[in-house]
């Protein structure tokens, strides 16, 4: 008997933990491909049957619910990957009613139990059930919302599992833990609720300079600089990509006790968003983005960094959202504009001429425009070379790997809604279906960052098609996407760097640019980070921090240090 009671622990351990795990996992990746999911629904629904079939031996009234319900579970677990051809509100459906009968029938089991319905066991049917009901209901967010709810459901199932051979062991926490780890946590979301939007300091004046990078004024970011820095937000002209004059918005920031000519890491700013307010500078964190720790490295060894926003985040639009000249012309200006800032002379430091170019994901396909661009554009400027972290290199290869994902939604939908403004002849957002056209007007009015992030991706799985149509994509769009590809980078030394796991901007796609960029005489050092994906390439753990700073450093000194484990084009 007690042999018995230590296997059942056992297994209970194991599979509560692995529940917790998947549950996990399903939350974590709710916004990811199809494929994914499902495949964790699929093992999360087996280990959740099997679990319900060791409950049977709990209470022999009422083993037939269980039993119905574990087989219901399992059955539904070998279902679905199967039925991936079907319509996805199709497999929302089917799997919210399985949840419900689950549900259903832990209500049927707890009633007809000789014990008192535990609280968890109440709160794991209650959870099955609420999540079918608003799947069912609620049919246009039903996948995204199916992951989220079904995860919860798992790691509520995981918990109930451990709890029991688990309570004996650990003391339950006091009530002023719980109660203090609640108020935590409500505080926390509601700091996430914030947003900003786009202020005075944004708007153009009555005259505006003719000349491009011409600074038309600043002020100090007191409240919001880095330790150990001095910070303005600046205001300034620049140019269309066809040319025509615009204004963008940005940030200088140069360390507080620097003295004479500083080097200048000229950073573009990664997918924000395309609405006004979206711009960094008019954000509570306006360095809320990229390397962290590299940019304070530069900054401690007395470099200043100039980071933009962009014409239209901030300023008035359209933001040119991944078109390189518009955004090479923004990093470059920005560069021009902020070594105007008459509080550096004030406090005996300048802008050197010379830059190094950063920039990750759509900063990445900025920073190599700039590249292309800095020469004929700004010629007055030393661009010593150009570090593009996991860049948007090939649109058509972008467009194509992500449509299927919430996360490529959003950013084909900010390519359709700017590019609509940008090129009108090519009618895109016409074109589109009208599920994707609703969705292009939604998440374009959002920005990707915190919880503007959240609820664009919320949206995004309302959309159960790509944005981009095979019919959208016939009628120029192809072409255009190609136009507005990063150009091959030439007569500068470049350092891309990619995620090996990154699910964006996938490592295929930057494989073929750096091949087809080295048989057009581009100087590249190409390496991939084993087990980054997108965002975690920039991260605090990740080595690119280091290998950035190595790089940038010896420009400055006249060489070109590349990792040890990149591939040079040649070799």
Avoid at 53 to 81: C, H, K, T, W
Avoid at 126 to 137: H, Q, R
Avoid at 173 to 197: C, D, E, I, N
């Amino acid at each position: 008997m007690a042999r018995s009671r230590f296997v059942s622990s056992a297994v209970r351990l194991v599979s509560g933990a692995l529940l917790v795990a998947m549950g996990v996992l399903l939350l974590l990746n709710s916004a990811s491909a199809i494929q994914v999911i499902i495949w964790l629904l699929s093992a999360g629904l087996l280990l959740a049957g099997l679990l319900r079939f060791l409950e049977m031996q709990d209470n022999a009234s009422r083993r037939a619910p269980v039993f119905v319900a574990g087989l219901l579970l399992i059955l539904s677990a070998f279902a679905l990957p199967l039925a991936r051809s079907a319509s996805l509100p199709v497999l929302a459906l089917c799997l919210s009613l399985a949840l419900f009968f689950a549900g259903a029938l832990r209500f049927a089991s707890m009633a007809k139990g000789s014990r008192t319905p535990a609280f968890r066991g109440i709160l794991t049917a209650l959870t099955g059930v609420f999540g079918a009901v608003v799947s069912i209901f609620w049919p246009r967010l039903s996948l995204w919302v199916l992951g989220v709810v079904f995860g919860m459901w798992l790691v509520l199932l995981g918990l109930r599992a451990l709890s029991t051979p688990l309570r004996n062991v650990l003391p339950a926490p006091p009530k002023w833990m719980r109660a203090v780890g609640s108020a935590g946590l409500t505080a926390f979301l509601h700091s996430q609720s914030s947003t900003s939007s786009a202020d005075d300091f944004y708007l153009p004046p009555a005259s505006v300079p003719n000349a491009r990078g011409e600074l038309i004024r600043s002020e100090p970011l007191a409240q919001q600089a880095l330790e150990n820095t001095e910070a303005w937000r600046i205001l300034y002209t620049t140019a269309s990509e066809d040319g025509s004059a615009a204004i963008a918005s940005g940030i200088g920031t140069v360390p507080r006790d620097a003295r004479g000519a500083l080097p200048v890491i000229s950073w573009a700013n990664g997918t924000k968003g395309i609405a006004s307010q979206c711009a960094l500078s008019a954000g509570p964190n306006p360095y809320d983005d990229g390397p962290a720790i590299a940019r304070e490295e530069m900054l401690s060894r007395g470099w200043a960094i100039v980071a933009t926003d962009y014409v239209g985040l901030g300023t008035a639009g359209p933001h040119p959202y991944l078109v390189p000249q518009a955004e090479a012309h923004a990093v470059l200006d920005a560069t021009r504009a902020a070594a105007q800032l008459d509080a550096l002379a004030e406090q005996g430091m300048r802008l050197d001429e010379r830059s190094v170019v950063w920039g990750h994901s759509q900063g990445g396909h900025a920073a190599l425009a700039t590249a292309n661009e800095a020469k004929e554009y700004a010629p007055d400027l030393d661009i010593l070379g150009v570090a593009a972290m996991a860049p948007a290199s090939d649109l058509p290869h972008l467009a194509e790997s992500i449509a299927d994902t919430s996360a490529g939604k959003i950013v084909s939908s900010y390519i359709a809604a700017s590019w609509n403004e940008l090129y009108p002849q090519m009618d895109i957002v016409d074109r589109l279906t009208p599920r994707s056209e609703l969705a292009v007007n939604q998440l374009s009015k959002n920005c990707f960052t915190g919880a503007g992030a959240v609820a664009g991706i919320a949206q995004a799985s309302q959309l159960f098609e790509p944005v981009f149509s095979p019919e959208a994509l016939d009628h120029g769009l192809s072409e255009l996407l190609e136009q507005n590809s990063a150009p091959i980078p030439k007569g500068l030394p470049i350092f891309l760097s990619q995620g090996a796991t990154d699910s964006l901007v996938v490592p295929s796609m930057q494989r073929n640019f750096v091949q087809a960029s080295c048989q057009h005489g581009a100087q590249i050092g190409y390496a991939e980070y084993p087990g980054l994906d997108h965002m975690p390439l920039v991260g605090e753990g990740s080595a690119l921090n280091q290998d950035l700073v190595r790089f940038t450093q010896s420009l400055l000194e006249g060489v070109t240090a590349y990792p040890k484990t990149a591939s040079l084009c040649g070799k």
